[in-house]
């Protein structure tokens, strides 16, 4: 089975830059995931990583360290509409049929003025 | 990405009664994903859905509870059965993005109140 861990709330200002770590137990690993989610809204994906090192996708970036079993998720230049939940998810293999999202539990970030 | 048109978008039910959500995608999928959210907390797989198949769930979730059909490729339903309070949850479905296994698409959700 999987697990992850991530914490459950991060407070930063706008124009700061925040970091949000993810740290999973995996019997299977094929890459670690982010999504987002505004307050009454639908998880939207961010960011990927499925080899180590760092993907970048404007103010944010993801980055992987599989030896370590840990990944996070940082955004640069916040601003207010990033406050919402995001969520690491790692994908655990169904068969051969290309396997199933897990998410963590997900991190609250507040950005405040 | 995937258009996916979930509903009803919320509702408030009784003890004991039954609702089915629909899903509708604007594409052909072969997985189709129920998840449930319950308030304030992450996203917890139900089940897969597979098109001419029978879903596979979950641990804690039973076909009795929540069934699920998969008549094409581009819909599904899930109903959630003889509701109880804490069956008030989002529920969403979701499917895998053109751009791999690792991003899914999700539905706006439905979010429902047992009374």
């Known amino acids: 089975g999987q697990s992850l861990e991530q914490p459950s709330e991060v407070t930063a200002v706008e124009g700061a830059i925040v970091q949000i770590n993810c740290t999973y137990q995996?019997?299977?690993?094929?890459?670690l995931s982010w999504y987002q989610q505004h307050d009454g809204g639908a998880p939207t994906f961010l960011s990927y990583?499925?080899?180590?090192g760092l993907e970048e996708t404007g103010r944010f970036s993801s980055f992987l360290s599989r030896s370590d079993s840990y990944g996070y998720l940082l955004l640069q230049e916040l601003q207010m509409k990033d406050s919402a939940s995001y969520f690491c998810a790692v994908r655990e293999k169904i068969y051969n049929q290309g396997g199933k999202l897990i998410f963590g539990q997900g991190t609250e970030l507040s950005v405040k003025p | 990405s995937a258009v996916i048109s979930q509903k009803p978008s919320r509702d408030i039910c009784q003890r004991g009664t039954s609702l089915t959500i629909q899903c509708q995608v604007d594409s052909q999928v072969t997985m189709m994903f129920w998840y449930r959210q319950q308030p304030g907390q992450s996203l917890t797989l139900i089940a897969t859905a597979n098109q001419g198949s029978e879903a596979t769930y979950e641990s804690g979730f039973v076909i009795d509870k929540f069934p699920i059909s998969r008549p094409n490729l581009t819909f599904s339903t899930l109903t959630v059965s003889n509701m109880s309070p804490e069956d008030s949850s989002i529920y969403l479905c979701s499917v895998r993005g053109i751009s791999g296994a690792n991003v899914l698409t999700f539905g706006a959700g439905s979010r429902l109140t047992v009374l």
């Open positions: 995996t019997s299977g690993f094929y890459g």
């Open positions: 990583n499925g080899l180590d």
